[in-house]
């Protein structure tokens, strides 16, 4: 595609039930990142992928939150027994290549809107 | 971790000004980005500008590496330009993942 595209772009949740975001990352981008972002702040690092691997989740917050992408290309980021703290935008960005350079520069979705009610 | 602070936090200009973003950062980069953020939340890429200086249009940005620090210039603004502007790095030595640390940002209201 010619961007990131995410959805839904929003999501309202009753505490407790788990929600499912998905991200499809432009074609043929290795690398793969979810972040948070709370109103009023930069984004915040959650995982990271590089094809199917997941080689980072040091940014995940407990153990309720879940990312996969088992074919390398799209990602879904599954929370579960969601709580009000998790109301936030999530993102999701992919580059090119990894390591150094140019190609390391990442493109962002649009986002989705959680609110847990 | 690695520090990246932002200046000013919050600047309003009347059409047709010129501005100068800062972006400080306390260790060595890989990798820095300038993004727009425009009122959808639509984190827009400006530069890909680990150093040197590069410019698109009214915009330009210069980054000074040994000096960690990093500027946007916005020349001649438009009510268009309003959003949040965030500066983000990649940590050299920051292992296998080349992941973002963003800056507190800067809001920017351009007025008619």
């Known amino acids: 595609g010619a961007g990131v595209s995410q959805s839904p772009r929003y999501k309202v949740a009753k505490r407790g039930q788990d929600v499912a975001l998905r991200c499809d990352p432009i074609?043929?981008?290795?690398?793969l990142f979810w972040y948070q972002q709370a109103l009023g702040q930069g984004p915040e690092f959650l995982t990271y992928?590089?094809?199917?691997?997941?080689?980072?989740k040091s940014g995940l917050p407990s153990d309720r939150f879940f990312a996969e992408r088992p074919e390398g290309s799209v990602s879904t980021l599954k929370i579960q027994r969601t709580q009000q703290e998790d109301s936030a935008v999530y993102l999701c960005?992919?580059?090119?290549?990894?390591?150094?350079?140019?190609?390391?520069?990442?493109?962002f979705g649009p986002g989705t809107r959680l609110t847990v009610l | 971790g690695i520090q990246v602070e932002q200046s000013p936090p919050d600047l309003i200009l009347q059409e047709g000004a010129n501005s100068t973003l800062r972006c400080n950062f306390s260790?060595?980069?890989?990798?820095l980005q300038w993004f727009h953020q425009n009122p959808w939340g639509q984190l827009i890429n400006l530069f890909y500008?680990?150093?040197g200086t590069k410019q698109n249009g009214r915009l330009s940005a210069t980054t000074v590496a040994t000096e960690r620090y990093s500027l946007l210039y916005i020349s001649s603004s438009q009510t268009t330009d309003s959003g949040v502007y965030f500066c983000?790095?990649?940590?050299?030595?920051?292992?296998?993942?080349?992941?973002?640390?963003f800056g507190t940002g800067t809001l920017l209201a351009v007025q008619p």
């Open positions: 960005a992919s580059s090119l290549a990894t390591g150094t350079g140019v190609y390391n520069e990442q493109f």
């Open positions: 992928f590089q094809n199917e691997a997941q080689l980072d």
């Open positions: 074609s043929g981008h290795v690398s």
């Open positions: 983000a790095v990649e940590r050299k030595d920051g292992g296998a993942t080349n992941k973002l640390i």
């Open positions: 260790d060595s980069v890989n990798n």
């Open positions: 500008i680990p150093s």
